[in-house]
């Protein structure tokens, strides 16, 4: 949730006053924002995070005057993971003729909604660095690219030791893009001393990856890259307790949310690793307009 808060500081720095100490009054019509939240679905999670995060973002933003004395307003629409109804909800948006949204994602959602927005809007800002929007286009990709995700994550692998390695990957586009950015990442040179063991799949709806977890641990590997998203990444973690294979596991950051983890707390293995940004450490931001924001926005 802090990696999102850092990333919509920046509404806080476009369009509130620049001191986020001073107090000012709202007035007016909200100036609404619409979202597409992943509220119900395998990305629940990743949605309840997203729904408390717009309401700090609102409390902050209109505590210091809203969007030039607007008070600004997010309008969350229940995607349910499904890319279908995804892409439902942004018709009726472009019907309306608003000029940007918001997509909570995660990347099959995403994806859905792309095409029809690419060339001609509303602006589409991703929540997912998964997607790779061209340059000039109306998508925008939020985060670094899951393909730098990748790399620093078989690099961290690599200054571990950690030189059998094993892969197991959802059949959705997330887990599609990692698979094949991680591919590219054991191709550098740097990685030649790595070696790739196992390769597992598994579709997220599954409710059991005991067969593809049991070939992992007959493999040898000494960590395990899960690339999923949501409640697919329980049952990778429940099939890895059940099989006595208490190896790191390493997953993107869309799954680090206080929710998720409180949740798994009982099938967590002793290490839990995410490829994710350093500005959620709040030491990481220099003083400054944007640490004041981020300051603003944790308390």
């Not at 009054?25 to 717009?54: C, D, M, R, W």
């Not at 997010?74 to 918001?102: M, P, S």
């Not at 990748?150 to 692998?157: C, P």
Request: net charge negative.
């Amino acid at each position: 949730m802090r990696t999102f808060g850092s990333i919509l500081c920046l509404i806080i720095l476009l369009f509130g006053p620049h001191d986020p100490s001073s107090a000012a009054q709202t007035s007016g019509a909200p100036y609404e924002i619409n979202a597409l939240v992943p509220l119900t679905g395998g990305g629940a999670f990743l949605g309840k995070s997203y729904a408390e995060t717009f309401r700090a973002i609102e409390i902050s933003v209109n505590a210091t005057g809203g969007i030039k004395g607007r008070p600004v307003k997010f309008v969350l629409n229940d995607t349910q993971t499904n890319g279908q109804t995804g892409l439902q909800i942004v018709n009726g948006l472009i019907a309306k003729h608003i000029a940007v949204f918001i997509d909570g994602g995660p990347s099959t959602v995403c994806l859905s909604t792309v095409p029809i927005v690419l060339k001609t809007g509303p602006v589409d800002y991703c929540l997912s660095p998964v997607i790779h929007p061209p340059a000039e286009s109306f998508v925008f990709s939020a985060s670094v690219s899951n393909a730098d995700q990748a790399k620093t994550g078989v690099r961290y692998f690599r200054e571990r030791g950690w030189t059998r390695i094993a892969m197991i990957t959802s059949t959705d586009s997330t887990g599609e893009d990692y698979e094949r950015q991680t591919d590219a990442a054991l191709q550098l040179p740097e990685n030649r001393g790595l070696l790739l063991v196992d390769r597992q799949h598994f579709t997220p709806t599954d409710v059991s990856v005991a067969a593809q977890l049991a070939h992992i641990k007959a493999s040898n590997a000494q960590a395990i890259l899960a690339w999923t998203t949501g409640t697919p990444l329980g049952t990778v973690l429940r099939g890895a307790k059940d099989a006595g294979l208490d190896l790191p596991i390493e997953t993107a950051a869309s799954n680090m949310t206080y929710a998720q983890m409180s949740a798994y707390a009982n099938i967590m293995p002793k290490e839990m690793l995410f490829t994710a940004l350093l500005a959620i450490t709040p030491e990481a931001t220099a003083m400054g307009p944007l640490r004041d924001a981020q300051t603003a926005y944790n308390n």
